[in-house]
């Protein structure tokens, strides 16, 4: 999977709107195929099409859920009525009636070297973490990753859970996903 389809993923599993969840998605040009110039080989060219096409799908299904992806998030939190989470994270969703809200930050399939990307993104979730906690409400903290390689790295990357960070490898099929480490998120009926 392709990282915004592992966005949507996510989103579908875990803060569904239908759920009361308010959702913002960021999608990186590079995410969607859009960047990096004229590809070298047939196979990156290839890859390169896949992501564009899957990242069109994507944006659809989003947007048909009720996740906002386009526009700025500056405007979404002054829209949604919430208050605004620092940072350019890859999902930032909030869940009013418990007032609960998360951070996650995402990988997915890759051409970069699965390690460096996910330790950007315990980069960004050790500074989400070394935020204030938005005043009266919870804040839950996920790295979220697809594929076997990456999941191997995450894995070595539990002390996370110390700075309140679960991690969890999404897998194909909703019902084979691994929370690795932490708590995972309260889900409505809890």
Same mark, same amino acid.
Do not use: M
């Given at each position: 999977m392709f990282q915004p389809r592992v966005k949507l993923e996510f989103v579908?599993?875990?803060?569904?709107?239908?759920? *009361?969840?308010? =959702?913002f998605v960021d999608i990186d040009p590079s995410e969607e195929g859009r960047t990096g110039g004229q590809r070298r080989t047939r196979e990156a060219a290839v890859r390169q099409r896949e992501m564009q096409t899957d990242a069109e799908r994507v944006r659809r299904a989003l947007l &048909?859920? *009720?996740?906002?992806?386009?526009?700025?998030?500056?405007?979404?939190?002054?829209? /949604?009525?919430?208050?605004?989470?620092?940072? +350019?994270? +890859?999902? =930032?969703?909030? $869940?009013?009636t418990r007032r609960l809200y998360l951070i996650a930050e995402v990988e997915g399939a890759s051409a970069g070297q699965p390690e /460096?990307?996910?330790?950007?993104?315990?980069? /960004?979730?050790?500074?989400?973490? &070394?935020?204030? =906690?938005?005043?009266?409400?919870?804040?839950?903290? =996920?790295?979220?990753?697809?594929? $076997? $390689?990456v999941a191997g790295h995450l894995a070595r990357a539990h002390c996370l859970e110390?700075?309140?960070?679960? *991690?969890?490898?999404?897998? &194909?099929?909703?019902? &084979? +996903?691994r929370w690795v480490f932490g708590a995972p998120i309260p889900q409505v009926n809890e």
């Open positions: 579908r599993r875990y803060c569904h709107p239908r759920n *009361g969840w308010h =959702v &048909s859920l *009720g996740v906002a992806a386009d526009g700025g998030r500056a405007a979404w939190y002054r829209n /949604q009525k919430l208050p605004r989470v620092d940072g +350019d994270r +890859d999902i =930032v969703a909030f $869940e009013p /460096q990307k996910l330790y950007k993104a315990v980069g /960004q979730l050790v500074i989400a973490a &070394s935020a204030t =906690v938005l005043d009266g409400w919870k804040r839950s903290l =996920v790295l979220v990753v697809h594929g $076997e $390689e110390r700075i309140g960070v679960a *991690g969890l490898v999404l897998a &194909s099929r909703g019902s &084979s +996903d």
